[in-house]
């Protein structure tokens, strides 16, 4: 498993946590933050995703 793979899941659920706590608290700021964290995640992920089925390919 790749990194990359670990470190979006990581914020993916850094995101989470913050976009709910944006909710509960009203702080919509903080709920922006996790989405984008979320994102980044997604996109780590799918990185990670990316090198480890080349790496099985070689």
Same mark, same amino acid.
């Given at each position: 498993?790749? #990194?990359?793979?670990?470190? @979006?899941?990581? %914020?993916? *659920? !850094? &995101? ?5 706590? +944006? ?5 919509? #700021?903080?709920?922006?933050? @996790?989405?984008? %964290?979320? *994102? !980044? &995640? ?5 990185? +990670? ?10």
């Amino acid at each position: 498993m790749d #990194k990359d793979r670990i470190n @979006g899941a990581a %914020d993916q *659920a !850094k &995101g989470s946590i913050k976009e709910e706590a +944006g909710k509960i608290t009203g702080d919509s #700021k903080l709920q922006a933050e @996790g989405t984008l %964290d979320k *994102a !980044k &995640g997604q996109v780590e992920s799918a990185v +990670g995703g990316a090198k480890d089925a080349v790496r099985n390919a070689l």
